[in-house]
C-alpha cells in the first residue's frame, strides 16, 4: 500500500519506519522535508522526503502531527477521495477543550475537516519507543482502532497486527473520544508515576468472542 506520513516528530518517524519494515510503500512529508531527509539518513533508512502536498495520491495517511499544525498539514495534504487517514494525533485538553467534555475528538474533527476520506484512530496509546521495536520486538500491547468506516479499519487491523502488536476493533469513530481520553491517563502513568514509555502498556485480555 502506498502510505504518506504527515508529521516528522517522534511518532511520525516511528510508524514511517515500521510501516516500511512491513512492505508498505512508505514516503515521509514535512514543511521541513531537507531536515526529515538527514533524519532519515542517520537512522540509515532510504525512503522519500518531500513537501506535505506529496502526501495527495498515497493510499493511506499517517498523521501524526501536533494538534496546532493538524488542519494546516491536511489542507496542505490535500488528501483524495476515499483516502484512507490513520491518526494518531492527541491534542492536551487546553488544545480542544471539548475533547476533554467527551462532546467531541480529534478524530471527529480531522473527518469533519476531510470529509471525504475515511478517519481511523489507532496508535494513539502508544509509544514511539514501542513502535520502533515492531514488528519483531514490539510489546504485547493492545492497540485500540475506531473508524466509521468497515474496509478501513480492517486495512488498520491489518497493519495492526502484521506489526506485532493486538489488535481490537473498538467500533465507531466516536468511541475516539474514550481513546484520548484513556491516552491521557497513559501519558499520566508514563511521564508523572515514571513507568516510562516501555514501562507499562494497556493489554486487553479476551475472555469470549464478540456477540457471544
Same mark, same amino acid.
Given at each position: 500500500m502506498q502510505v504518506a506520513v504527515v508529521?516528522? @516528530?517522534?511518532?511520525?518517524?516511528?510508524? @514511517?519506519?515500521? #510501516?516500511?519494515?512491513?512492505?508498505?510503500?512508505?514516503?515521509?512529508?514535512?514543511?521541513?522535508?531537507?531536515?526529515?531527509?538527514? /533524519?532519515?539518513?542517520?537512522?540509515?533508512?532510504?525512503?522519500? /522526503? @518531500?513537501?506535505?502536498?506529496? /502526501?495527495?495520491?498515497?493510499? #493511506?495517511?499517517?498523521? /501524526?502531527?501536533g494538534w496546532a499544525e493538524t488542519r494546516a498539514a491536511l489542507e496542505a495534504a490535500s488528501p483524495r477521495d476515499g483516502t484512507i487517514v490513520l491518526t494518531c494525533v492527541n491534542p492536551e485538553p487546553e488544545d480542544l477543550p471539548l475533547a476533554g467534555a467527551r462532546v467531541t475528538s480529534a478524530a471527529e474533527e480531522i473527518a469533519r475537516w476531510a470529509p471525504r476520506t475515511r478517519v481511523v484512530e489507532a496508535f494513539n496509546m502508544v509509544y514511539a519507543e514501542a513502535v520502533d521495536l515492531a514488528p519483531h520486538g514490539a510489546p504485547a500491547q493492545t492497540v485500540l482502532y475506531c473508524g466509521d468506516d468497515a474496509d478501513a479499519r480492517a486495512a488498520v487491523a491489518d497493519r495492526i497486527r502484521r506489526l506485532g502488536f493486538d489488535a481490537l476493533d473498538a467500533g465507531p469513530l466516536t468511541n475516539a473520544r474514550e481513546l484520548e481520553a484513556t491516552s491521557r491517563l497513559l501519558v499520566y502513568l508514563v511521564r508523572v508515576a515514571g513507568y516510562g514509555p516501555l514501562g507499562i502498556h494497556p493489554r486487553w485480555i479476551r475472555l469470549s468472542s464478540p456477540h457471544d
Open positions: 508529521g516528522s @516528530g517522534r511518532m511520525g518517524m516511528a510508524m @514511517g519506519l515500521a #510501516l516500511s519494515r512491513i512492505g508498505d510503500d512508505v514516503r515521509f512529508t514535512s514543511r521541513d522535508p531537507a531536515r526529515v531527509a538527514a /533524519a532519515l539518513r542517520a537512522r540509515g533508512a532510504d525512503l522519500p /522526503a @518531500g513537501p506535505q502536498r506529496d /502526501a495527495c495520491d498515497a493510499e #493511506l495517511i499517517v498523521l /501524526a502531527t
